[in-house]
């Protein structure tokens, strides 16, 4: 039997949002991206449309989906993928976490991923015993690495990876003969010159990788773009050889997406008009909170794309965190995204316009 799991980290934050609800204007939830703005009709019509749902859905996807997908692919990621190279999943965090698993990693194996990041590429190794390494730098990365995690856009420090460091992470992958994945999930959402303006690049571009997606995988999300976080919506692309050892193992267990939020997925991945709601909506809260932030002394790093702000003040994260607390605001802790960021705090930009200006009040010191 493998060891003890970690604690969930969140529930570390219990006193801190004890502390935040007790606030006289009570308590903004800053702290976890969870989307509240509203599903589109038009997803929400289509999975109306397909509630009668009396058989199994198919693990794969039905065609239309995959065709949808790789459409999708297409134009809005420039990567040339065929339908039978793609995957629905039922979000992206199970895939994350699953992905060693379904590879077939385990002890005296390693899994790369970035030194600033989300806690379930760590926790997807530790479910198979093996190594859990976190590194920036492709030379740095041990001869028994298996499976490499890119983030980018990062979360929770919106840093995106241009083309060469795609193209360096790629070639590095497979001198060591391992699988590397991109998780894109906030590629829509880029802030900073030169993503203000340029494609946030996938590693699958052309680019990266010419025509050959062999040993490489590209991890999407619709939970954010779209709103859909409820609905478990997301999907893979790459190397149809590893896209069909994964279909494989997903069936043996039973991982399909029901078939209501399937068609669900194809009218979203169809409209492209209300990511760009989206997108001003997110934009338009940056640009309340972030000047607030720094007027009060915290510097933000990284953050040039994504949902969140990365916020400093050099000193500990716990220090800030219960500042920020005390007016009110629940935030994140760099703890929480690996030992490298002590001095952190993660800001989430998916509240609601009113509490993000709330927010922005409270931090300026003005009456919320």
């Not at 297409?74 to 039922?90: C, D, H």
């Not at 530790?126 to 983030?151: K, Q, R």
């Not at 590209?218 to 190397?239: E, M, T």
Request: net charge negative; aromatic share 8%.
């Amino acid at each position: 039997m493998r060891g003890p799991l970690p604690e969930y980290p969140w529930d570390a934050m219990a006193p801190y949002a004890e502390q935040a609800a007790a606030h006289p204007g009570g308590a903004l939830n800053l702290s976890v991206g969870s989307p509240v703005d509203p599903t589109p009709d038009s997803v929400r019509e289509a999975l109306a449309a397909a509630t009668d749902a009396h058989a199994y859905p198919a693990t794969a996807g039905t065609p239309r989906l995959r065709e949808a997908i790789a459409e999708w692919f297409a134009r809005r990621r420039g990567v040339s993928v065929e339908p039978g190279a793609v995957l629905p999943t039922v979000g992206s965090k199970e895939l994350v976490a699953l992905l060693p698993f379904l590879l077939g990693l385990g002890s005296g194996e390693a899994v790369v991923f970035p030194r600033i990041s989300y806690p379930s590429y760590a926790m997807g190794a530790a479910l198979v015993g093996a190594d859990a390494v976190a590194s920036d730098d492709p030379s740095e990365w041990p001869e028994h690495t298996a499976l490499v995690w890119v983030n980018s856009p990062g979360n929770p420090d919106g840093r995106v990876a241009d083309v060469e460091a795609l193209r360096a992470a790629v070639a590095r992958a497979r001198e060591l003969d391992a699988v590397i994945a991109g998780d894109e999930c906030y590629a829509e959402f880029g802030w900073d010159a030169p993503w203000d303006r340029d494609p946030i690049p996938s590693i699958l571009d052309p680019r990266v990788v010419g025509d050959d997606h062999s040993g490489v995988l590209s991890v999407y999300s619709l939970s954010k773009q779209s709103n859909l976080a409820g609905y478990r919506a997301a999907f893979l692309a790459g190397d149809p050889d590893l896209v069909e050892r994964l279909l494989t193992v997903r069936k043996h267990a039973g991982l399909m997406l029901p078939a209501p939020v399937q068609h669900a997925m194809i009218a979203a991945l169809g409209d492209e008009s209300h990511v760009e709601q989206q997108r001003d909506r997110y934009r338009a809260r940056r640009e309340v909170l972030r000047p607030a932030l720094e007027a009060a002394g915290y510097r933000i790093e990284g953050s040039e794309a994504g949902l969140y702000l990365w916020a400093t003040r050099d000193v500990d994260a716990w220090e800030s965190v219960a500042d920020l607390a005390r007016l009110g605001i629940v935030v994140g802790p760099g703890h929480f995204y690996g030992e490298h960021s002590p001095r952190h705090v993660r800001l989430a930009l998916t509240a609601s316009d009113d509490d993000i200006a709330a927010a922005a009040r409270r931090i300026s010191g003005e009456s919320a």
